[in-house]
């Protein structure tokens, strides 16, 4: 899956003097891998350079991450001094996220609380959700609502209490709702653009230097199914 973005059609949800947040499309990747692929993180450094005529090397900090076939909200700290502070919000869970997820198998319940013990598969770079605690897993819980019943398919809205692991798409496969489009965690065939349709909708989460709460939300991809929500 090869990176599309670049700094003219970079969408851009807030910024400031010490963060920067961004809608990451599908396909992107936040941080430079093995792939070589240009990553979001020079994207955004090329944006900021352009925009505010920087000389030399921009600083920009990579402050969490979101998987390559994900869409939605991404931050990136623009100071060390916001960085510092931001990686301990997000470390010790101080933020509020919202995803949307759109999933063929309605969940037994409409709303629920699900609780895993998520192990990884480094190998294959895939988790496994066990009702049970299992060697080298670790406690993951989230809470669900089927928000929209569209034609084939439920909108799920969810609230993320831990951040493990490709969690949220783990949970959904272990109760039979696999995301659309996740060949790698039970959906029965892949999206046109290689993504699945989960979306980062939300962050709420404390400004790291004017203290002040700070609510972004990610207006969803020009795609079909997500348009008719």
Same mark, same amino acid.
């Given at each position: 899956m090869k990176i599309v973005s670049d700094k003219t059609n970079l969408q851009v949800l807030h910024e400031d003097n010490?963060?920067?947040?961004? +809608?990451?499309?599908?396909?992107?990747?936040?941080?430079?891998?093995?792939?070589?692929?240009?990553?979001?993180?020079?994207?955004?450094?090329?944006?900021?350079?352009?925009?505010? +005529?920087?000389?030399g090397e921009v600083f920009l900090g990579v402050v969490h991450r979101l998987d390559r076939p994900t869409t939605g909200i991404v931050v990136f700290a623009r100071t060390s001094k916001a960085l510092t502070r931001l990686n301990e919000l997000f470390k010790n869970r101080e933020t509020q996220k919202t995803y949307w997820a759109i999933v063929k198998n309605k969940p037994a319940k409409s709303q629920d609380k699900l609780v895993h013990f998520i192990k990884r598969n480094e190998k294959n770079n895939t988790s496994k959700a066990h009702i049970?605690?299992?060697?080298?897993?670790?406690l993951a819980s989230l809470d669900y609502t089927v928000f929209k019943e569209l034609n084939n398919y439920f909108a799920l809205e969810i609230n993320l209490h831990t951040g493990r692991h490709h969690q949220i798409r783990a949970q959904l496969s272990a109760i039979g709702s696999p995301i659309k489009g996740d060949l790698k965690y039970g959906f029965d065939r892949s999206n046109p653009d290689g993504g699945i349709h989960l979306h980062a909708r939300k962050l709420v989460f404390i400004h790291p230097v004017t203290k002040e709460t700070l609510s972004v939300t990610a207006p969803v991809p020009n795609e079909v199914i997500w348009n008719a929500l």
């Open positions: 010490h963060i920067i947040v961004v +809608n990451k499309r599908v396909g992107d990747i936040v941080q430079g891998d093995k792939t070589g692929d240009k990553p979001l993180s020079e994207v955004v450094k090329e944006y900021i350079k352009d925009k505010y +005529n920087k000389p049970n605690e299992v060697p080298d897993s670790k």
